[in-house]
């Protein structure tokens, strides 16, 4: 059985995955200023692409998250 | 004392002021507030990709732009095509021969010129070249040619015909 302290270690392990994700959605922000920048349109939607892959990594970590 | 004295800290028994922000943020909340974040940026970035398209899809209409006698050979003249936000750069090659090319490096956006006694149009950011007739790289950071425009002369006015990034 679970205990509240394997818990606690888990839903922090959740919040440090989600703060890596976002993290990297800033770098992928860069990534997409600059291919727009240089109007390279493959690369500014594979950066787009990912981005939403991304968000949705992390909106489905959520529930993994103890209410 | 009792237990809530005990374990309150001391800053706040100094300064006993209190508003409702000052609940605590679960860590759940701090998590969606992140996710929301995370969609926002995604949102962003497919905003920024479509932006991109529309942009690179406007390839111009024909339309004059100067009297071929008003550029001496050798000399550049700086316009705007296909939109007033594109800078762009023509240079005459020879009595007959004009080239126009996106006055925007490839690499970051940076405004290129015409670097006569190197015969190369180069870009200060980056040390980026380019070849001056065909606007393919020579050395630098840029990944690729130069935008063309398409021009002609006709009747001793040069015309752009169209924009190919």
């Known amino acids: ?67 | 004392m009792d237990d809530e004295q005990a374990i309150e800290p001391t800053w706040k028994r100094d300064f006993p002021y209190e508003a409702a922000s000052e609940d605590e943020v679960t860590r759940r909340e701090f998590a969606r507030y992140l996710v929301a974040g995370a969609g926002v940026m995604a949102v962003g970035n497919l905003g920024i990709a479509a932006w991109t398209q529309l942009r690179t899809i406007n390839t111009g209409e024909p339309r004059e732009l100067i009297p071929l006698a008003d550029v001496e050979i050798g000399d550049t003249y700086l316009f705007r095509y296909p939109t007033d936000a594109d800078p762009a750069i023509l240079l005459r090659l020879a009595d007959r021969e004009v080239v126009a090319f996106s006055q925007k490096c490839t690499h970051l956006g940076c405004v290129v010129y015409f670097e006569a006694e190197e015969d190369r149009w180069h870009c200060p950011c980056h040390e980026g070249n380019f070849e001056p007739r065909t606007g393919e790289v020579i050395s630098g950071p840029p990944p690729r040619a130069l935008g063309r425009i398409d021009v002609e002369i006709r009747d001793d006015t040069i015309w752009a015909l169209g924009y190919q990034p």
Request: glycine share 2%; hydrophobic share 60%.
């Open chain 1, 1 to 67: 059985m679970r205990t509240s302290r394997q818990a606690t270690s888990a839903s922090s392990a959740v919040v440090i995955y989600v703060v890596i994700l976002v993290a990297f959605q800033v770098f992928l922000l860069t990534v997409a200023v600059e291919a727009f920048a240089a109007d390279d349109e493959p690369l500014a939607w594979a950066t787009a692409g990912v981005s939403v892959v991304l968000a949705a990594g992390s909106a489905v970590l959520l529930r993994y998250l103890r209410p």
